[in-house]
């Protein structure tokens, strides 16, 4: 199968990287109209002069411009009938959003977005563990980065976060209510299921980066970390007491045994074998604008 990436920037080199190492793949084409990124790539696949001429040459495609131009580029695919991975967030505006799956109607393409944390083994593990869990608090932050520059923290980053919620461990629910408070750089939001409580925080202005999730249940507490993919449980104390006028509790400790993997990597390959089968790919354009929407409705508490 013979593979493209448009837009060789920080995302789209990794792509190039990936798809030349999987097993299945022929050639890998490329375009950039930024000649400089377009060369990082030239050890590893074959730069094309335009989209329409590498669009000539594939199979299956990587969408991985910026975001304002996700529609029009992936429309070029549509129209060329080439199947598609486009980077999260799937379009820059839910009205565009909304015109792509109207697009999409009738047609035997396979489209596919690229919410990579979907697949970090982690979060199938926070779905085992965490059925239908009390209190739930992700926290996404990052330095400041001069990579985006057409999104704010929330469909930047928080979206990462609001596809696990509310398509992975709420899929499903529709009552529920959000709350949200920050600015364009940091943001808070606060998620209320019937019987549910979720935090999400997002920011840019971050002197540590990091990516961990916490979790509250009847019975026991889970947290780990997105990037070293390590998954604690803490059971109920079987023990509780004083000692020395202070307060004591034993609690059963777990690591859960995570097969570490580059979720880039997984998420290539499943868009190639979704490609193959003709099946749906895990993140379909649906949950994609789903996630769309619900960024809309977290960015209003922006100032």
């Known amino acids: 199968m013979d593979v493209g990436v448009i837009g060789v920037g920080a995302m789209g080199k990794n792509h190039v990287r990936i798809y030349s190492e999987l097993k299945g793949v022929g050639n890998v084409y490329v375009f950039d109209p930024i000649a400089e990124n377009a060369a990082r790539a030239k050890e590893l696949a074959t730069i094309c002069s335009s989209a329409k001429e590498l669009l000539g040459a594939v199979d299956a495609v990587s969408i991985c411009v910026p975001t304002k131009y996700h529609f029009e580029t992936a429309k070029m695919a549509l129209d060329a009938g080439v199947n598609c ?76 976060d609001i596809d696990i919620v509310f398509n992975v461990l709420f899929k499903g629910e529709e009552d ?67 000692e020395n006028e202070r307060y004591m509790q034993e609690n059963i400790i777990d690591k859960v045994l995570v097969n570490k993997l580059e979720p880039l990597k997984v998420e290539l390959k499943a868009f190639l074998d979704s490609v193959r089968s003709g099946k749906n790919f895990p993140v379909t354009p649906e949950e994609a604008l789903k996630n769309l929407v619900i960024c809309d409705e977290i960015r209003r508490g922006l100032r």
Not at 90 to 95: A, D
Not at 111 to 117: A, F, N
Not at 133 to 150: L, Q
Not at 207 to 228: H, I, L
């Open 85 to 160: 991975l486009i980077e999260k967030p799937v379009t820059l505006t839910v009205k565009e959003g909304e015109e792509l799956l109207r697009l999409l109607r009738g047609k035997e393409i396979v489209v596919g977005v690229g919410h990579i944390e979907r697949f970090n083994p982690i979060v199938e593990e926070i779905k085992k563990i965490a059925r239908r869990p009390d209190y739930v608090s992700i926290k996404r932050h990052n330095p400041t980065s001069s990579r985006i520059t057409d999104a704010s923290v929330v469909e930047d980053l928080m979206i990462h």
């Open 176 to 242: 529920f209510k959000i709350y949200s408070a920050g600015t364009r750089n940091v943001c808070e939001a606060m998620v209320v299921f019937c019987d549910s409580l979720v935090s999400i925080s997002a920011s840019r202005l971050s002197s540590k980066k990091f990516r961990t999730f916490y979790v509250e249940a009847k019975d026991f507490t889970t947290e780990g970390d997105f990037m070293t993919q390590e998954v604690y449980v803490y059971r109920k104390p079987g023990k509780y007491g004083l």
